[in-house]
């Protein structure tokens, strides 16, 4: 067996049977010159030479007329969900790579594809650790096959990419490769192993996989999406849409008009002991880059839908306590009293946040379903996609925050069937083992479906 690159090593996730060579005009060849040779064993030699030298060369001029090994068809599944086409370079560089006009990334036509109407999200707070524990893994395929998603957005997969060995983690010289994990520790190996058990269990076998990794086994992201409405580009970094994300925080998918942004915003952070606020530089320079993505597809005229953990709580309601966690993280004081407060429920952020909505047109889908002003009184409610522990003792017991969203563009607000937060409770009920609960959006079919998919 060859890979897709040709060489003539065998690959343990791309199998062939070998029966149907039997019957290729090269054995069929064979098979003819050896019975010719019997046939005419009593002709003289200079003629039995002559004839061998013909036989020779046309089974040559047909074998340069058959497909190479790899370009035979391979059976689909399993390990093969995570051969990821890299839409653009790993490391720092790179195009998407071009395909047929009006193709996508399989080579098929793209109206042969239907758009994406289900989606779901969810903070996994450690994607491997979850899929380590039996419990966690079997509620997160439970919630798979009851909602069906076409699209699985995972923030906080905590898997580090690929890399040589001894490479720094803050080091962004290395070559390193983001859309694959790294292996070259037991740790890693297993954590492999687990993501390939995934894709071959029932739920998870009708899915391709995205990853965009960190470094080290921080932040990250994944997205998996049903192969009916496979992407026509992916690319991994919203600046200059090179490369990957340097923390695997952002996936970007294109269906037609129609931009799917998974995204997990870095926590703004506190001030340091030492008086250094880099988390809140950080997170000011998160917010203009998204700012500036969105109000471009909003230019372009595409449909937007963005999703995942975005690490703000954009009003009072979205919070159990607003007044309580105001009050947060101010020891030490930051410089700008505006940045203090608990992150993700500063002014600052709120502002910035106000500002990004504003200027690219997007909706908070489930607050448009849900309007509200004060927090619901009901703390058991499906209202929060963040809870503390449920331990008593702590001081987050019992309290919640909405930092998980769905947001559209405004041309997709009549489209919106549903935009529901699946877990509840102090006890997290719904939430896979995570600290944060999956979050659905449903959008009813175009009213052009060929026509919505194929548009560019």
Known sequence: VMTAQGRGEASPHQTHDVEPFAHSPLVS????????????????????FLLLLFLAFANTSQAAKLPRLAGLPVQRGGMDNFVIRKRSSDHGGGQPSKRPRGADEDGEPAGRRREPLKLMSLNANGLGVRLGIETDKKELCAVVDKEKP?????????LPCAGPKGAKRDDKTVKRTHSQVNTNDKKGQEEQQRLSLLMRNETFKDYKVYLSLATWRYAGSAVMVHKDCLPDTVYYNVVGEEGHHFDG????????????????APNNGTPSKDGKEDSFARRRKWDAEMKAFLVKMKAQGR??????????AHRRPDVTDP???????????PRDYNDGGQPGYTFNEQDRF????????????????????????????ANWTWRGTGAATDRYHNKGMRIDYTLVSSSL????????????????????????CPITLTLNPPADPAGARAAQ
């Open 29 to 48: 060849r064979a098979t003819a010159l050896r019975a010719t040779v019997a046939c005419c064993s009593s002709l003289s030699l200079p003629l039995l």
């Open 150 to 158: 076409d699209i699985i957005a995972i923030q906080e997969v905590r």
């Open 249 to 264: 925080r952002v996936i970007v998918m294109e269906f037609g008009n129609l931009t799917i942004v998974a995204t997990y």
């Open 303 to 312: 449909d937007v839908v963005w999703l995942g953990d975005l690490n703000v």
């Open 323 to 333: 007044d309580w966690f105001s009050e947060q993280m101010r020891d030490p004081a």
């Open 354 to 381: 106000t500002g990004i909505l504003q200027e690219s047109g997007l909706v908070d889908a489930f607050r448009h379903a849900n309007p509200a002003d004060e927090p619901c009184n009901d703390r058991g409610s």
């Open 413 to 436: 607000l009549p489209r919106v069937q549903s935009a529901l937060i699946l877990g509840h409770g102090s006890q997290r009920v719904g939430f896979c083992g995570s600290d944060h």
